[in-house]
């Protein structure tokens, strides 16, 4: 035992993160030399870039053993995020951890839509259905100090994750997204709706990441995925002003059918499917028509 722990101690930061990334990769995790970093990162408490100067490193054993100990996690297909304790969105890093979805990088491009939606406009209000952790309306709410934000979120554990993450600068409301009738106050005066919402058809084979850890609510709408985009789409048009912008997150399926949902309504104009950075087909947007 004492000689394994030699072992670990005198173990290069190189060696380490090149072990880590064939423990990784022999689990089938998808990108395992970017896990194996961002956990050693996580460890050494210094940015990923820095990495590459981390070969002239006094041995650290308890760092060592630390960095075992999450590899051995992650190699079990514990979501990365649970081991570094948040997710980015945007400018800020969320909170998240079991009993809430974890926000996920393409997720930045609708927030990078909405927030190219909104510039020209003063003290903006903005609503973010189906928040999770808090992650689309903590972007907006730090890329425009001036916004109003509503978050709405239907699941217990993830409100409390949300009310964690926005704290006072975001109000948070307990609702469901398919009731046309919520936030009856906000009605025709929203300048931009977000929403992320649960998108994947039931069956649908999906990681052990997703199926073990994210909230199937958070993950799965009915037999075509369109189970929530349909009614949270009616709410959308009814918070919209007039001009004002809806963009909505949806499986790579849905490239014909969440278009389809905006465009049969006839308050919606300008509808636009949006690919990803891997051109998958990602999140669709319109504009309430104007009349
Ligand atoms: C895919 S997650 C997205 C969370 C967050 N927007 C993000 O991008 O990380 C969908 C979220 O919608 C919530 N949700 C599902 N159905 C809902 C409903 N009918 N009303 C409100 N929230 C709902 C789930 O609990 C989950 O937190």
């Not at 079990?76 to 948040?86: A, D, K, N």
């Not at 927030?115 to 209000?125: C, D, F, M, S």
């Not at 934000?149 to 949300?162: F, Y």
């Amino acid at each position: 035992m004492a000689e394994g722990v030699a072992v670990v101690s005198e173990m290069s930061w190189r060696d380490a993160l090149d072990g880590a990334e064939r423990a990784l990769a022999a689990a089938g995790v998808p990108s395992p030399r970017v896990d194996a970093e961002l956990l050693a990162a996580h460890v050494l408490r210094v940015p990923r870039a820095r990495l590459l100067a981390l070969g002239e490193l006094p041995p650290d054993p308890a760092a060592h053993a630390r960095y075992r100990e999450l590899v051995a996690r992650r190699v079990t297909r514990v979501p990365l995020q649970y081991l570094l304790g948040t997710a980015p969105m945007g400018p800020v890093d969320v909170a998240v951890g079991p009993g809430v979805f974890v926000p996920r990088l393409e997720t930045e491009l609708l927030l990078e839509w909405g927030l190219r939606a909104l510039v020209g406009l003063t003290k903006p209000l903005v609503v973010d259905l189906c928040t999770g952790s808090g992650a689309l309306a903590a972007g907006v709410a730090a890329s425009r100090p001036d916004a109003e934000v509503h978050a709405v979120e239907l699941d217990p554990d993830a409100l409390r994750w949300a009310g964690a993450n926005l704290g006072d600068r975001v109000r948070l409301v307990e609702g469901d997204v398919t009731d046309p009738e919520l936030l009856p106050e906000l009605r025709g005066r929203v300048d931009l709706v977000l929403a992320n919402p649960p998108y994947v058809p039931e069956g649908t084979p999906v990681p052990p990441e997703v199926a073990d850890y994210d909230p199937p609510g958070a993950v799965f709408a009915g037999p075509d995925g369109l189970a929530v985009i349909r009614p949270l789409t009616v709410l959308a048009i009814r918070l919209l002003r007039p001009g004002g912008a809806l963009a909505v997150e949806h499986d790579d399926s849905h490239a014909i059918a969440a278009p389809a949902v905006l465009s049969g309504h006839p308050e919606l104009t300008d509808v636009v499917e949006h690919a990803d950075l891997a051109g998958r087909p990602r999140f669709v947007t319109g504009s309430r028509v104007a009349w």
